[in-house]
């Protein structure tokens, strides 16, 4: 019997994967991995195959299991002038003003498909060849570029991807943005996925596929050598694990610095019965990530400093309740329990047409706050820092939640803020991803200040944050209701009685279905 699923992802195109995978026989595990697929291809600009993805898979029989297939520092054997070179920087007003380097050197090893291919030889149960090519299938139908990836193109076109000629030519109009709906079309890209689905993911890494990324890497200027390529091993890590109000939630664990940070603030929020007010969840973000800037960001060992910020928070221990939130994201929970949480991210994009495959390569050796000890700076073969934290959920009562969302560093606060609302508080899982959220932002500069939706409840518990003793310097800055800024949330959830649902964020284009 066909399984049936919940599925939130963020176009129509990827969640008709999902829908075709589980008709193939396929499980949760199936249908997030031919939904982020189909996203890479269709979410130019905001995601791409050449990124970096973890996978967090609760199989509804064993313990769950956080498949981290993230992007790697290169250059193993590379000439030492070719560090620092190929990059371009690219200043944008992306999030009220960014900086970041895009180019060949801007590109770190992919991870996606070695991690994708690994989660599916544990877990999957339909034919990998019918999850790329479905995927394959939609790309070459054509596909109308996204409000969120035009609103994107918007800022970046005549930048990030404006200097390759092949990205210029088929992904803008002359450097220009397209209009949201405009129909893009790449049978280079349709004919690398149908090969990835025949060889298989070893493809990208050892095969035919690996040599053309290596050839251009080598041609302009960019770090990938096929050393690295074929050096790579997606890792099967344990997760965090953490308590809220009954439910137990399995976070992204180090070397990832997302998964630490969200299950720090939810277990310095403690496991508590009652509401948690906006004025303390921002008191919370700020403590952890205040420790996260100053004792994780520009260590040498990222997984040694992960858990040593969670060692540091239970040292603290949970704050006391007063007694008067570029990267796509796909959720899955089946019918059978099994829930698949993928999260995946090519940073702002390096804009480069990588080997003629029509695959977008990803900017993390560009991106600063991931980079913050200096541009190319890590050894080769460094696992590079992250904030995606993909997470999966069980409730003693038999509920199964899978939830994640894009959003750079606003990832963890968004996360924190549904689940909160959802797990704590208990409101539908629709209203959690709606309501009005906050992040607190370490600016440039040095300085703090506290980043907030236009709404009156937020806006009035953070005027009583800054009248709060030492909170007085924190500024505030209102955003439009629903800001892209804020991540974009995608959630699947399993009732103990077996009903489906699933909920896509206001904030972004999404899609979700029950099927």
């Known amino acids: 019997m066909t399984r049936r699923a919940a599925i939130a992802a963020p176009n129509s195109s990827a969640t008709q994967a999902g829908v075709h995978a589980l008709g193939s026989g396929g499980n949760a595990v199936d249908a997030a991995i031919a939904a982020m697929v189909?996203?890479?291809?269709?979410?130019?600009?905001?995601?791409?195959?050449?990124?970096?993805?973890?996978i967090n898979?609760?199989?509804?029989?064993?313990?769950?299991?956080?498949?981290?297939?993230?992007?790697?520092?290169?250059g193993r054997g590379a000439a030492p002038e070719r560090f620092g070179k190929g990059l371009i920087e690219c200043v944008t007003t992306y999030g009220g003003g960014l900086t970041t380097y895009a180019g060949p050197g801007s590109v770190a090893i992919p991870g996606m498909f070695a991690g994708m291919g690994l989660a599916h030889e544990r877990f999957g149960a339909a034919p990998w060849g019918e999850l790329l090519g479905n995927a394959a299938t939609l790309a070459a139908d054509g596909f109308q570029l996204s409000h969120t990836a035009a609103s994107y193109f918007e800022l970046v076109a005549h930048s990030i991807f404006a200097w390759d000629p092949d990205t210029r030519r088929i992904y803008t109009n002359d450097a220009a943005a397209w209009e949201p709906g405009h129909e893009i079309r790449d049978d280079s890209l349709v004919a690398t996925l149908r090969q990835i689905g025949e060889e298989g993911a070893a493809s990208v890494?050892?095969?035919?596929?690996?040599?053309?990324?290596?050839?251009?890497?080598?041609?302009?200027?960019?770090?990938?050598?096929?050393?690295?390529?074929?050096?790579?091993?997606?890792?099967?890590?344990?997760?965090?694990?953490?308590?809220?109000?009954?439910?137990e939630l399995a976070c992204n664990p180090p070397p990832a610095i997302g998964g630490p940070v969200l299950t720090a603030m939810l277990r310095l929020i403690g496991d508590v019965s009652g509401p948690v007010s906006?004025?303390?969840?921002?008191?919370?973000?700020?403590?952890?990530?205040?420790?996260?800037?100053?004792?994780?960001?520009?260590?040498?060992?990222?997984?040694?400093?992960?858990h040593e910020l969670l060692e540091t928070i239970a040292a603290m221990g949970a704050v006391g309740l007063p007694t008067s939130p570029?990267?796509?994201?796909?959720?899955?929970?089946?019918?059978?329990?099994?829930?698949?949480?993928?999260?995946?991210?090519?940073?702002?994009?390096?804009?480069?047409?990588?080997?003629?495959?029509?695959m977008l390569g990803n900017?993390?050796?560009?991106?600063?706050?991931?980079?913050?000890?200096?541009?190319?700076?890590?050894?080769?073969?460094?696992?590079?820092a992250s904030n995606m934290s993909p997470t999966t959920a069980r409730h003693p009562d038999g509920t199964v939640l899978s939830i994640g969302t894009p959003g750079a560093d606003r990832i963890t606060t968004a996360l924190l803020q549904?689940?909160?609302?959802?797990?704590?508080?208990?409101?539908?899982?629709?209203?959690?991803?709606d309501a009005p959220?906050?992040?607190?932002?370490?600016?440039?500069?040095?300085?703090?200040?506290?980043?907030?939706?236009?709404?009156?409840?937020?806006?009035?518990?953070?005027?009583?944050?800054?009248?709060?003793?030492?909170?007085?310097?924190?500024?505030?800055?209102?955003h439009e209701p629903h800001s892209m800024y804020f991540g974009g949330v995608g959630a699947a959830l399993r009732a103990p009685d077996g009903e489906l649902t699933a909920a896509s964020d206001p904030r972004r284009d999404a899609a979700t279905v029950v099927g």
């Open 38 to 54: 189909t996203a890479t291809a269709t979410e130019p600009g905001i995601v791409s195959p050449l990124g970096g993805a973890f």
């Open 57 to 74: 898979i609760w199989p509804v029989d064993g313990d769950p299991v956080v498949i981290d297939g993230n992007v790697e520092m290169p």
């Open 205 to 247: 890494y050892t095969g035919d596929i690996a040599a053309r990324i290596v050839a251009d890497m080598s041609e302009r200027g960019g770090l990938i050598t096929a050393r690295d390529l074929a050096d790579y091993r997606p890792v099967a890590r344990k997760p965090l694990r953490t308590r809220l109000n009954g439910w």
């Open 278 to 306: 906006p004025e303390h969840a921002a008191r919370v973000m700020k403590d952890v990530l205040d420790l996260r800037l100053h004792r994780v960001d520009v260590a040498d060992d990222l997984e040694t400093a992960g």
């Open 326 to 358: 570029d990267t796509a994201h796909v959720s899955v929970v089946d019918s059978d329990g099994n829930a698949c949480a993928i999260t995946a991210s090519a940073g702002y994009g390096s804009g480069m047409y990588v080997g003629g495959t029509g």
């Open 363 to 384: 900017n993390a050796l560009g991106e600063p706050e991931l980079n913050r000890r200096g541009l190319h700076a890590l050894t080769p073969g460094t696992r590079m």
């Open 418 to 433: 549904v689940l909160l609302h959802f797990c704590l508080h208990g409101e539908t899982l629709q209203y959690a991803v």
């Open 437 to 478: 959220r906050l992040h607190v932002r370490h600016l440039d500069d040095g300085t703090v200040r506290i980043d907030h939706e236009a709404s009156e409840t937020l806006l009035e518990a953070l005027t009583d944050l800054r009248a709060a003793g030492a909170q007085t310097a924190v500024p505030l800055h209102a």
